[in-house]
């Protein structure tokens, strides 16, 4: 009987790590690093019709970053599965309590992970892209111009491993932090600076760190082909936010491409949603094609 038990169990691990939704299986709660005693996860969703490549997608939303079953991503990335790129949602540290480097420590690690045990995914390391809107956008802006090939001595398997990608789309991203360096570059900041770390206490941390974690000061010619996707009536992330980095990349002959939706805000909705997702869906047809 205690045989039979065990190997119920075992069963039950096995079916509850392989889901399989309609034409997608998922694997859920990969487990790519761990924090304060706690398991930083990511999920992989591959579609039937798998072309071999990958995209990350950022789940942050003011560097608030908050878990929703598979299941419901599936649905939210729908599009994406169908043109046939396996799905990674990514979760990192949180705020209020963790901080703006913190999640991008967390993500870097995630791709470094991802591209680790990518053939077991089904996945191309060489064919991951990256996206995410607001602090999303930031933190894929961020992976995509801060890489690295690996560091050869580092102890630790994941951190040997290269964190570049192949492509970014990045929604309304914040690029800049620093007042005076957003002023120099002709940056808006609308909301004052109280106000903003009252909404976004990820933004409060030490001052000296600001330039580790702000994208526009990792631009070079090395940077993967990018796509920033913006509307001009933006509130919260000014679009010259877009426009200051955009900039930054034709100096430095990147392949980019700015869309700017008149009228649109901070999220996109109806057309202006429609608008940007096809955008970013013939982005990463394109540059993560076989």
Known sequence: MKRVGKLSVIFIFVLSSLISYADVTIKPDIVYGHKDGMA???DVLKPENSNGAAIVFMMSGGWYSSWAPPENRVR??????????????VYHGSAPRYKVPDAYSDVSRAIRHIKMNAESYGVDAGRIGVTGGSAGGHLALMIGLDSDQGVTDDADEVMRTGNSV???VAYFPPVEFREVESAEVGIINEVPQDELLGRFPALDYDDELIPSVAPILFVDETDPPTLLVHGDADPLVNVTHSYAIKEKFDNNEVESELIVIPGAEHGFRGEDAIRANNARL???????SD
């Open 40 to 42: 930083l996860v990511y």
């Open 76 to 89: 939210q990335f729908r599009e994406m599965l169908d043109a046939g790129f396996t799905m990674i949602p």
């Open 166 to 168: 192949a492509a970014v």
């Open 282 to 288: 013939a982005w990463f047809q394109k540059h993560l």
